[in-house]
């Protein structure tokens, strides 16, 4: 299965940016993105090894043609499906959680807790410093970040603030 966690990609009228997606078999994280024209550009997959029901921080950094997935604070191996642009396809595809915008089945089964976007590539430390040892904080203040990102911060959605990752909540 593929269960899309947040996305800006529609696929109903070919507006394809960028999809952050949870991948079956076995579990992964996948960063996906379009073309201009809206068809499928590339991928970069990893496995993540966590246990379904575990919570798991995922960041996805991308510049100039180079993406880096971390789990847990933890830069991961990935493979590549196709060719990577060197930029983002910026159309006005909407931004979603859980789902594609289609609705077309490909709904994340399970829970989000925190989501922030950036728009400066975030570095090891700033990831470990947001991943904070599974424990949310406030994005908006510059001591979550190793070098203040605050003015980078363009979009953050506190969807569940009590939530902690390794925990049960």
Known sequence: A?????????????K?????IRNGSP???AFSMGKADGTFS???????????????????TFTGGTIVIYIDSVSKSLSTQGSIPTSINNDDAPL???????????????????????NAVLDSDDVLSIYNRGVPNNLLLAASYNTDR???LKGYWRMASDATFG???
């Open 42 to 60: 590339g991928s970069k997959k990893t496995s993540h090894g966590n246990t379904v029901g575990d919570w798991v921080h995922v960041c996805v």
């Open 16 to 20: 394809r940016e960028w999809a952050i």
């Open 150 to 152: 605050t003015s980078n």
């Open 27 to 29: 579990d992964g994280i």
């Open 167 to 169: 925990g049960t909540n």
């Open 96 to 118: 979603v959680f859980g789902t594609d915008s289609t609705a077309s089945g490909y709904f994340f089964n399970g829970k989000i807790a925190d989501v922030a976007i950036w």
């Open 2 to 14: 593929s269960d899309h966690v947040i996305n800006k990609y529609d696929a109903a009228s070919n």
